[in-house]
């Protein structure tokens, strides 16, 4: 495996001097003694919330999550948000974000391969979704092909919030479907009650053959104020099992006619292979998967204040699934013999990922002046991503980036609050080897933000402003390309009874086309695909229009959002129907678009003795997205419900779902449809220290009837379907 490290201080010197300035504030600043040690309990504050001193976020007598999130707080420009932690985050752990995130509301995933799937948040994918670590962009290439991996480990996560709504344009224009945003511990983010805190989870599964475990250790050093940190994990499943055939059934249809005109031709060995691709069930060929993940932090808390730094690396090597019959990319047939007589066989393709990142986060109390607190958020990646076609090095994926942000939050003046930063945001961008299909490329980004709200009231008025330039250059093929963008939003909310909330937002977002889709220009291995960027697009503008409602009655909780969005310049990757070098050519277009959505939950408690609860919660979503000219937009996701039924008591949880997904025949030219499925699910936890949390076991069946289901929003669903029936079995401690 080919990795190699680039400088680690180039282009550090903005996230070095906004450290200067945090280190001086926290030495020199204001003579507060050293915070009281945080209790795992959470106190119950005046205003009847309680505050979760884990997550920085209040949880409101009707039961909804304010998030926090970098100065969100609790604006409702941020119509959209979920968060997963605790034993839901341990039910639907997987090995990338997006498996991890797509039974909630308005969320699926590009499930490309068991080893690299990105969130899709409201039918936008790739560079219209911001994948962020606590607050920061995760700085890798995932945004930028579906076979590239998420370079987060969700094992060592303790929450996921997901943003959606104009307000997360504020971490970048590159958000206009939202932003997922990882909380791990990699920095502390606290001091521990005990002088050392373990955490520790360990899962196994029946349909991957998973083995995975990770754990984290969380000390003190005496009163210092200093917090130190390591966390670790592993992850290793084999070729997943799927229910039936691999292959969709047009695709299989499309073997089994090219087989026979193989044998009538005489091509014996070519027709046998293109049956057996055609029979092939219940496993998925070359989807096996192997990760790892290292992380070191410490941080330096004094009074209000706290500043901390952290390294650590990710690595994954995984599998990448062929469509069967397709051959080798270099003009081979399959089954085509070479000189002496001997067949080739084609070469499975796999792909080498890892990641060096370090990372800064600092939070200085400013005081009772009209800023309270400056806080600082930097990373620094440098990415390799190895292309391997069986052992040969196909192509190398480099890209070396920092990202920081600047934000001062102001006090609250009366009905007034809010905040303005800056954020800065690099990427060096190279592809090596015969196929590199993107030109090496670097993109500069400059950004300055605000985010305002007034009234204390029923009503609220909130508005979220950014200026952005953008620089896109690429010096092989002699291109600059400059881009000046102001995105902006402006919210009403309204509050017809204490428990209920209503509001309307309006949004004006552009973006920078990015390098690949200025510079592809080539044969992609791993995608199977022919990609033609254009580097002459224009920047993606979008209006964007929203309405919602949440809040409680009684004993059930809701929220809901209808949304619209209108694009000028939208910029798409469509087949165009040719071949080239043996490829299917996609192209990216740019033309108007129109998304429509809508996306809610209902949660009910129907029974309540204060020993058992009994209850259930619905969700669903659905998203429409035509072009200009009438055809859909590619790959977006079906409608889709899902109901559960939970029991609860102080030491045990059971709960069983119905997860319906439509089929979706609304498809772009040469995109087939895709057949709608049942999931069943189950699962039954357990917590057996009494009158304590620390401990929980859960043992869980999913897709108990084995029923074949393929994601249309995946580039590979017609050979790589969803797992088959699964179960996996979990603990998870904290002490």
């Known amino acids: 495996m080919l990795y190699h490290m680039k400088n680690p201080l180039r282009r550090l010197a903005l996230s070095a001097s906004v450290a200067a300035f945090c280190t001086s504030s926290l030495a020199h600043g204001q003579a507060r003694e050293p915070a009281a040690p945080e209790q795992s309990a959470a106190p119950m504050q005046d205003d009847g919330t309680v505050e979760d001193d884990l997550h920085d976020r209040r949880i409101g007598q009707d039961g909804t999550i304010i998030v926090s999130a970098q100065g969100l707080r609790d604006f409702d420009l941020l119509a959209g948000t979920?968060?997963?932690?605790?034993?839901?985050?341990?039910?639907?752990?997987?090995?990338?974000?997006?498996?991890?995130?797509?039974?909630?509301?308005?969320v699926s995933a590009s499930g490309f391969a068991p080893g690299a799937s990105r969130p899709i948040l409201r039918g936008f994918a790739g560079e219209?979704?911001?994948?962020?670590?606590?607050?920061?962009?995760?700085?890798?290439?995932?945004?930028?092909?579906?076979?590239?991996a998420v370079s987060i480990d969700p094992l060592t996560a303790e929450s996921i919030e997901v943003l959606r709504g104009p307000a997360v344009l504020l971490f970048g224009s590159q958000a206009i479907g939202g932003a997922v945003n990882v909380i791990d511990k990699r920095i502390p983010r606290r001091i521990p009650a005990e002088p050392v805190h373990f955490d520790f989870l360990a899962r196994g599964d029946t349909a991957s053959d998973l083995r995975e475990f990770g754990g984290s250790v969380d000390m003190r050093v005496g009163d210092s104020g200093f917090v130190i940190h390591a966390d670790g994990s592993w992850r290793e499943t084999d070729d997943l099992e799927v229910s039936g055939f691999t292959v969709a059934p047009?695709?299989?249809?499309?073997?089994?006619?090219?087989?026979?005109?193989?044998?009538?031709?005489?091509?014996?060995?070519?027709?046998?292979?293109?049956?057996?691709?055609?029979?092939?069930?219940?496993?998925?060929?070359?989807?096996?998967?192997?990760?790892?993940?290292?992380?070191?932090?410490?941080?330096?808390?004094?009074?209000?204040?706290?500043?901390?730094?952290?390294?650590?690396?990710?690595?994954?090597?995984?599998?990448?699934?062929g469509r069967p019959g397709a051959g080798h990319h270099h003009g081979e047939e399959l089954g085509v013999a070479e000189e002496g007589g001997e067949e080739e066989e084609e070469e499975r393709v796999s792909i080498g990922l890892r990641q060096y990142r370090a990372d800064l986060r600092g939070d200085v109390f400013l005081g009772d002046g009209f800023f309270e607190r400056l806080r600082i958020r930097g990373g620094y990646s440098d990415y390799t991503h190895t292309e391997f076609e069986g052992e040969e090095i196909?192509?190398?994926?480099?890209?070396?980036?920092?990202?920081?942000?600047?934000?001062?939050?102001?006090?609250?003046?009366?009905?007034?609050?809010?905040?303005?930063?800056?954020?800065?945001?690099?990427?060096?961008f190279e592809a090596i080897g015969a196929e590199?299909?993107?030109?090496?490329?670097?993109?500069?980004?400059?950004?300055?933000?605000?985010?305002?709200?007034?009234g204390d009231g029923p009503f609220q008025i909130e508005g979220s402003g950014r200026f952005e330039k953008t620089v896109v250059a690429s010096d092989e093929f002699g291109i600059r390309r400059e881009f000046d963008l102001a995105s902006g939003a402006i919210g009403f909310a309204y509050e017809p009874t204490v428990n209920i909330r209503t509001g309307i937002n309006v949004s004006r977002v552009a973006r920078a086309p990015s390098g690949e889709e200025l510079f592809s220009n080539g044969p992609h291995i791993a995608t199977q695909a022919f990609e033609i960027g254009d580097p002459n697009l224009e920047a993606e503008r979008s209006w964007g229009g929203e309405v919602y409602a949440r809040g409680g009655f009684g004993d059930a909780s809701f929220k809901i959002a209808a949304y619209k969005n209108w694009f000028d310049d939208y910029i798409y990757l469509a087949q165009n129907g040719e071949e080239e070098d043996d490829l299917p050519v996609f192209l990216f277009l740019q033309q108007n678009a129109t998304y429509t959505g809508v996306e809610g939950e209902l949660a009910y408690d129907f029974i309540d003795t204060g020993y058992l609860t009994v209850g259930t919660v619905v969700r669903g979503e659905y998203v429409d997205a035509d072009l200009d000219d009438g055809t859909s937009v590619p790959r977006i996701p079906p409608l889709h419900f899902a109901g559960a039924l939970e029991a609860s008591t102080a030491r045990f949880d059971v709960r069983g779902e119905v997860e319906w997904f439509d089929e979706q025949e609304d498809v772009a030219p040469f995109e087939t449809a895709t057949d709608g499925y049942t999931f069943v699910n189950a699962s039954l936890s357990w917590r057996p220290v009494r009158g304590d949390n620390t401990v929980t076991l859960l043992l869980q069946g999913d897709n108990i009837f084995d029923v074949t289901g393929r994601r249309h929003t995946s580039f590979t669903k017609d050979f790589v379907p969803l797992a088959g029936r699964n179960f996996t079995a979990s603990i998870r401690a904290s002490f």
């Open 394 to 428: 196909g192509t190398v994926f480099d890209v070396e980036g920092i990202e920081s942000r600047m934000e001062l939050v102001q006090n609250d003046r009366g009905a007034w609050r809010g905040s303005v930063g800056f954020q800065y945001y690099f990427r060096d």
């Open 436 to 454: 590199a299909f993107v030109a090496p490329n670097v993109t500069d980004q400059y950004a300055f933000f605000a985010l305002q709200e007034f």
């Open 250 to 321: 047009q695709l299989r249809a499309e073997l089994l006619a090219e087989a026979a005109e193989e044998a009538e031709e005489g091509e014996f060995e070519e027709a046998e292979e293109l049956r057996e691709a055609a029979e092939q069930r219940g496993f998925l060929p070359n989807s096996a998967t192997e990760t790892w993940s290292a992380n070191g932090g410490v941080a330096f808390f004094r009074g209000d204040s706290t500043l901390g730094v952290s390294f650590g690396v990710y690595d994954t090597e995984y599998g990448v699934p």
């Open 128 to 148: 219209r979704v911001k994948v962020l670590v606590d607050g920061i962009g995760a700085i890798d290439a995932s945004n930028t092909s579906d076979d590239h």
């Open 82 to 106: 979920d968060v997963v932690e605790g034993e839901e985050l341990q039910r639907n752990l997987a090995g990338q974000l997006g498996d991890v995130l797509d039974s909630q509301p308005g």
